[in-house]
């Protein structure tokens, strides 16, 4: 009886180890249960995190691409104002720096085209920096909106970006993850997407509302420096023509031939350069401003130097080689003193890389000195 007791006993026990081992796989499916729930949620905070770093690296492209051709727009847009205030300054200027009509020994009453010329000169000056100015203005305000528009797309994918997501803590709707993989990747293939579109749509409002303006914009600028520097030489050659007279009488012909001189030198200069371009054969390989080194045997046969550090270089080579030799000397003088025999210097130069001195004779070195 007893025996059979204890088998039952003992069955009983087994029983209870199965049951604690069904326990513990439970208790393993549950925190495994939790673990692809942290999973899942680390999941999708990464893949946010990575839309919303898109998005700020989008945003910055689509800046400074507006920032690039606004940049253009301002340089114009500053010459511009100042050949506006240039233009307005000429009416202040002095009466004797004006063309007059009372004055008979005058060259504007000699030759009257020249007042003619003046006149539209100032009325070229007043009008072309104006009409400059206002389609520089215009070409800005159209950059200005197309960053606008694409700020505010970015601004909505990214608080659709932050307000999304926000049932993936729950494995059961979608167990194998695929929902979750199609989210984040329509969200890289929206973001790939809309760069292409705000590529093409910049392309378009340069193309169509900003190329001619600043085009025209470009050449009201040439033309209204031309006109200021005909306006300020001449009306100080007027003023030198009426003014001077006796030993001065041939200042207005110097500062003529010096004016028309620095005007006609840069296109002189220019044609030059457009003949000696056009005679110089294309070369489509970038060459390099540093000389190529040449061979060992070339520079040993021809005896000249390689490049520009080749004078560096030699000097290099000879201090190594006193140094070289002053540490050898060094050796076999302690290893004289010593009663040594004297080491082989290749051993020597194994101690330490690249012939370095050791510490003995660092030391020794010191005791001499």
Not at 68 to 84: C, G, K, N
Not at 129 to 151: A, C, V, Y
Not at 169 to 194: H, I, M, N, W, Y
Not at 294 to 321: F, K, M, N, W, Y
């Amino acid at each position: 009886m007893s025996l059979l007791a204890g088998a039952t006993l003992l069955n009983g026990i087994g029983h209870l180890a199965n049951l604690g081992q069904f326990v513990e796989i439970g208790q393993g499916q549950a925190f495994q249960r939790e673990q692809m729930q942290w999973a899942r949620r680390a999941y999708c905070l990464d893949s946010r995190a990575l839309r919303i770093d898109l998005l700020n690296a989008v945003k910055e492209d689509v800046r400074d691409h507006h920032q690039t051709y606004a940049s253009r727009i301002d340089t114009l847009l500053v010459v511009h104002t100042l050949l506006l205030t240039f233009a307005l300054a000429t009416l202040q200027y002095s009466d004797q720096f004006v063309p007059v009509s009372g004055c008979v020994e005058c060259e504007e009453n000699e030759h009257p085209w020249l007042v003619t010329c003046w006149v539209y000169s100032v009325s070229g000056i007043l009008i072309l920096p104006f009409w400059g100015t206002l389609r520089l203005i215009w070409s800005k305000l159209q950059l200005d909106h197309w960053l606008e528009n694409s700020i505010g797309r970015l601004n909505v994918e990214l608080r659709r970006s932050l307000s999304a997501d926000s049932n993936c803590t729950e494995p059961s709707e979608d167990r194998d993850g695929t929902q979750l993989l199609d989210k984040v990747e329509g969200a890289v293939t929206r973001l790939s997407t809309f760069v292409v579109e705000h590529q093409e749509s910049f392309k378009k409002v340069w193309n169509q509302e900003c190329r001619f303006m600043i085009s025209a914009a470009t050449v009201f600028l040439w033309g209204s420096c031309i006109l200021a520097i005909l306006i300020t030489s001449g009306m100080f050659w007027l003023f030198l023509q009426n003014h001077m007279a006796g030993q001065h009488r041939h200042a207005a012909s110097h500062f003529a031939l010096c004016t028309l001189s620095g005007l006609i030198a840069p296109v002189f200069y220019g044609l030059w350069y457009r003949l000696s371009c056009a005679r110089r054969p294309s070369v489509d390989i970038f060459e390099d401003c540093i000389e190529p080194e040449l061979p060992q045997a070339i520079r040993c046969h021809e005896g000249a130097p390689s490049g520009p550090l080749s004078s560096v270089e030699t000097s290099i080579s000879a201090a190594s080689s006193r140094a070289a030799a002053l540490l050898t000397r060094l050796r076999r003088g302690r290893d004289a003193r010593e009663g040594s025999n004297i080491i082989d210097e290749g051993v020597l130069m194994a101690e330490r890389p690249s012939g370095l001195p050791s510490l003995e004779d660092d030391m020794y070195f010191n005791q001499l000195t």
